[in-house]
């Protein structure tokens, strides 16, 4: 089991992180697991609504687990007055706040970007909504399901003729972690040259829009609305997924190598089509996707997977098996890459969980360590970072200001 960091090319970056759920956290994730001190802010009593999402063990989230390992816990009510001026303390302390409410609810709250940038004008403040922060629909709530929908992903997403189809993991969210985690970079690189932080505007639409740019491109070059279109690539074919004797093979002919289709042709034992006009080029292959698919799918059935990629990989094709989650977990690459690592819970006990996939050569991150319980971290944040003592903190502990363990929730 390889060690896990305990630095990284951002230590020193602070993070003060309200996020909840999936985008917010997957940003401060990975931001953390390279090298950020991010500390996780949780509403008293029940914490990141995530701490109750599926799969549980004795109650313990394996979801609020995967996305929140390495992070500090503190709970403090924001609602109470005594609360907000700690947290308006704790953001003198920080260089970044990262939150993914519905725009205007920090604002509510009195603790919104206005406000804490001239409590700390060198302050990064990242925001993720469904919408973003202006616009006409900046206050309608979005989750990731609502806007692939309305950012066009599940309506290229699907078999030909078929229904709308949500891609297998939470695409919404992730793209919006990954900009947001952009973003906060870029930020702070600024910074070093201003001296002044700034407002890091995400939206969950807009990265849909942003991460589709072939479908777009495609749209606006045609005029043509884009379809569903299975495993296959619009414009390159064969670029796709193929029935085989046991499982499924995926295939992606490259552009402009010269003799592909041929030696292709040969191996599936159909050389007349070699020459046929209707396939000559990617384009016509394109073209006449419909005759020419049943042809090459009857003759992948002939042999399995494994025997396909020995053949076609002499060749240099670019090929390779479809995997299920348990296969590719299993593949020597992946070890080798550490892409799934150990990390002990004391609930759970010990579970791989995706490693970081940047690889530094002189000042590698990856994953710190486990999840926190909520609040755990409440009594150390606060004398760590305000000075507080241990009466001062048992007070607000009295008063419920401050939590510093999660309390027991009713899952009905």
């Given at each position: 089991?390889?060690?896990?960091?305990?630095?990284?090319?951002?230590?020193?970056?602070?993070?003060?992180?309200?996020?909840?759920?999936?985008?917010?956290?997957?940003?401060?994730?990975?931001?953390?697991?390279?090298?950020?001190?991010?500390?996780?802010?949780?509403?008293?009593?029940?914490?990141?609504?995530?701490?109750?999402?599926?799969?549980?063990?004795?109650?313990?989230?394996?979801?609020?687990?995967?996305?929140?390992?390495?992070?500090?816990?503190?709970?403090?009510?924001?609602?109470?007055?005594?609360?907000?001026?700690?947290?308006?303390?704790?953001?003198?302390?920080?260089?970044?706040?990262?939150?993914?409410?519905?725009?205007?609810?920090?604002?509510?709250?009195?603790?919104?970007?206005?406000?804490?940038?001239?409590?700390?004008?060198?302050?990064?403040?990242?925001?993720?909504?469904?919408?973003?922060?202006?616009?006409?629909?900046?206050?309608?709530?979005?989750?990731?399901?609502?806007?692939?929908?309305?950012?066009?992903?599940?309506?290229?997403?699907?078999?030909?003729?078929?229904?709308?189809?949500?891609?297998?993991?939470?695409?919404?969210d992730v793209a919006a972690g990954l900009y947001c985690a952009i973003g906060v970079l870029a930020a702070v690189r600024e910074r070093e040259q201003s001296g002044r932080g700034q407002m890091v505007d995400i939206s969950m639409v807009?990265?849909?829009?942003?991460?589709?740019?072939?479908?777009?491109?495609?749209?606006?070059?045609?005029?043509?609305?884009?379809?569903?279109?299975?495993?296959?690539?619009?414009?390159?074919?064969?670029?796709?997924?193929?029935?085989?004797?046991?499982?499924?093979?995926?295939?992606?002919?490259?552009?402009?190598?010269?003799?592909?289709?041929?030696?292709?042709?040969?191996?599936?034992?159909?050389?007349?089509?070699?020459?046929?006009?209707?396939?000559?080029?990617?384009?016509?292959?394109?073209?006449?996707?419909?005759?020419?698919?049943?042809?090459?799918?009857?003759?992948?059935?002939?042999?399995?997977?494994?025997?396909?990629?020995?053949?076609?990989?002499?060749?240099?094709?670019?090929?390779?098996?479809?995997?299920?989650?348990?296969?590719?977990?299993?593949?020597?690459?992946?070890?080798?890459?550490?892409?799934?690592?150990?990390?002990?819970?004391?609930?759970?006990?010990?579970?791989?969980?995706?490693?970081?996939?940047?690889?530094?050569?002189?000042?590698?991150?990856?994953?710190?360590?486990?999840?926190?319980?909520?609040?755990?971290?409440?009594?150390?944040?606060?004398?760590?970072?305000?000075?507080?003592?241990?009466?001062?903190?048992?007070?607000?502990?009295?008063?419920?200001?401050?939590?510093?363990?999660?309390?027991?929730?009713?899952?009905?």
């Open positions: 089991m390889p060690a896990l960091p305990t630095s990284g090319p951002l230590e020193g970056l602070r993070i003060l992180d309200l996020t909840w759920v999936l985008s917010g956290p997957f940003a401060t994730m990975t931001l953390g697991d390279l090298g950020a001190d991010v500390i996780k802010l949780e509403r008293p009593p029940f914490g990141d609504v995530s701490r109750t999402t599926g799969p549980l063990v004795d109650g313990e989230s394996g979801y609020f687990f995967s996305v929140n390992r390495g992070k500090r816990s503190i709970s403090i009510d924001l609602k109470s007055d005594e609360g907000k001026e700690l947290f308006k303390r704790l953001v003198g302390e920080v260089d970044v706040v990262v939150e993914n409410f519905t725009p205007g609810a920090m604002d509510g709250l009195g603790v919104g970007y206005e406000v804490l940038s001239e409590l700390n004008p060198r302050l990064i403040y990242a925001a993720i909504s469904g919408y973003g922060q202006t616009g006409p629909m900046r206050e309608l709530p979005a989750l990731d399901v609502i806007v692939q929908g309305a950012g066009g992903v599940m309506s290229i997403t699907g078999e030909p003729g078929g229904g709308p189809v949500r891609p297998g993991f939470s695409l919404g807009d990265c849909q829009i942003a991460v589709l740019e072939n479908a777009y491109m495609r749209y606006h070059v045609t005029g043509e609305t884009p379809q569903r279109l299975g495993t296959r690539h619009p414009t390159a074919v064969p670029f796709q997924a193929f029935p085989t004797a046991n499982g499924y093979l995926v295939l992606a002919l490259a552009w402009g190598v010269p003799n592909q289709w041929a030696l292709l042709c040969a191996e599936l034992d159909l050389p007349e089509l070699i020459d046929d006009e209707r396939f000559a080029t990617s384009q016509a292959r394109s073209a006449n996707h419909g005759e020419l698919e049943p042809l090459l799918s009857e003759a992948f059935m002939k042999r399995t997977t494994d025997e396909w990629i020995a053949a076609l990989q002499q060749y240099g094709m670019p090929c390779g098996p479809l995997n299920d989650i348990p296969s590719a977990a299993a593949m020597p690459q992946v070890a080798a890459r550490e892409m799934l690592v150990p990390v002990p819970h004391h609930t759970i006990g010990e579970m791989p969980l995706p490693n970081s996939p940047v690889k530094l050569s002189r000042t590698p991150g990856g994953i710190k360590g486990t999840s926190p319980d909520m609040g755990q971290d409440t009594r150390a944040v606060m004398s760590e970072l305000l000075g507080l003592d241990r009466d001062e903190i048992e007070g607000l502990l009295a008063r419920e200001v401050l939590r510093e363990e999660r309390a027991p929730v009713d899952l009905g």
